[in-house]
């Protein structure tokens, strides 16, 4: 996404000192600072595709205005000698359509209930580093490098049929566990050897629980999302965080790039995932606390100037007390072509597919809702067309379907679009087998 160039800071000081109410003085000569942003909203229509007598409430289609990760930030550096600079960042979600605040954990139709909001300043990538010839080394918060390696292979990012509805999603909710951002975090991002480059991510689980049922220290929400599912809890309160909530987490990931081949190798651990809340209708302990990992390897090829062809293959494990009880381990794949049409226009089509698990806890899921082996594979197909008005504004058509197998119950519209469907009734009550369908249109524009 091309930014407009760094300001000089004489202009900038004074833009963003009296924004703080700062003097400006404060910033150096030898300090730059850049304010950016990306806006993206869309008119869509999505139907849950639920046809079981027992749900309840509007389950056909629905149109809304959804505002699609749109964000601003301040990004710069400062010169601190011998090549070397400080660098920082703060960026925060901007929810242009809709009003900011947290996910209610009483509000059924949300798949991710949390504190956390999005709205709030410092929300998104946010740090402060140290970068030079060896490359840099940051703490704070920012998108796994497991995330950031494939995120150029998906045209759909943000859009209703955003690869993440299975792609880096360990159960089909409305959050991908393993293409997220990780908090309280440090990590090192090294220079370009050649064509190929690696960064590595450490972020510390903060939790006092030795089963990871705590928040984390310093943080609103229960880390990997999710809030608890026990009874009694009142609204906008997290906890117990027994649905996914992890302790340490690591992700490392390598980029190799020459010519038209963009190829990478990743890999992320969770250590100590909670989830006890999936033990609904099994013996105690079956599903439990264990260790999630995933690892994906991916290639972008451009074939000729005007096509480009993305595969990735994911491999997804839990350590699961219970073998027969454990939907977390399974394989993934996605593939994607873009086919540009003239200098402006562009067709993407793509398709991920989620294979089935050894086995599901039951409990959550209805009807014949059985725990153990069940065919709970997914294919979610998309295609969509955009027009670039130039490199920093377009507008885009998508159409997005989740065709769920009969123990299946992958959502649409994870990790980045404002309005999200899922498997879940007006009660909170989850129907495997759907085929969730979407039509959206909108516009965006970088800045």
């Not at 609103?220 to 999302?225: E, F, S």
């Not at 609204?235 to 980029?255: H, K, Q």
């Amino acid at each position: 996404m091309k930014r407009k160039s760094i300001l000089a800071v004489n202009a900038t000081a004074l833009v963003v000192a009296a924004a703080f109410g700062a003097p400006s003085t404060a910033v150096a000569a030898d300090t730059t600072v850049q304010f950016y942003g990306h806006l993206d909203l869309s008119v869509d229509d999505i139907t849950k595709g639920i046809k079981d007598s027992g749900a309840v409430g509007k389950l056909g289609w629905q149109s809304d205005v959804s505002s699609n990760l749109s964000y601003f930030g301040l990004r710069g550096d400062h010169d601190i000698g011998g090549g070397n600079r400080m660098v920082f960042q703060i960026e925060t979600q901007v929810d242009v359509a809709a009003t900011p605040g947290p996910n209610p954990v009483n509000q059924a139709s949300q798949g991710n209930t949390d504190n956390k909001v999005l709205g709030a300043l410092g929300s998104r990538n946010s740090f402060l580093g140290i970068a030079g010839n060896f490359g840099a080394v940051k703490l704070g918060k920012t998108d796994a490098p497991y995330k950031l390696s494939t995120a150029r292979m998906d045209p759909f990012s943000a859009s209703v049929g955003d690869y993440n509805s299975i792609m880096g999603n360990t159960g089909g909710d409305n959050r991908a566990e393993f293409d997220t951002r990780l908090s309280h975090a440090v990590w090192y991002e090294s220079p370009k050897m050649g064509g190929f480059s690696f960064s590595a991510l450490v972020s510390p689980g903060q939790n006092r629980a030795s089963d990871n049922s705590n928040n984390a220290s310093g943080e609103p929400d229960c880390t990997g999302g999710g809030g608890g599912q026990g009874s009694g809890i009142p609204a906008n309160n997290i906890g117990p965080c027994n649905d996914g909530s992890f302790g340490n987490a690591y992700s490392v990931a390598g980029v190799y790039e020459a010519g038209p081949l963009y190829a990478i190798a990743a890999y992320e651990l969770h250590r100590g995932a909670n989830r006890v809340s999936d033990e609904g209708a099994t013996p105690t302990g079956t599903v439990g606390v264990a260790n999630e990992a995933a690892m994906k390897v991916g290639v972008q090829f451009m074939v000729t100037p005007v096509t480009i062809l993305n595969v990735i293959f994911e491999r997804m494990t839990r350590k699961a007390p219970n073998a027969d009880f454990n939907e977390r381990q399974r394989n993934g794949s996605w593939l994607a072509l873009t086919q540009k049409i003239t200098g402006q226009d562009d067709i993407n089509v793509g398709w991920a597919h989620a294979a089935k698990s050894p086995g599901q806890p039951g409990g959550q899921v209805a009807p014949a809702d059985v725990p153990g082996s069940v065919d709970n594979a997914s294919n979610m197909y998309t295609v969509g067309y955009k027009h670039h008005f130039d490199k920093q504004s377009n507008w885009y058509a998508v159409y997005a379907r989740q065709a769920n197998k009969a123990g299946g119950h992958y959502d649409l519209g994870a990790s980045g679009h404002g309005i999200t469907t899922d498997c879940k009734d007006a009660l909170g009550n989850c129907f495997v087998g759907e085929t969730l369908q979407a039509v959206s249109v909108g516009w965006m524009y970088s800045f």
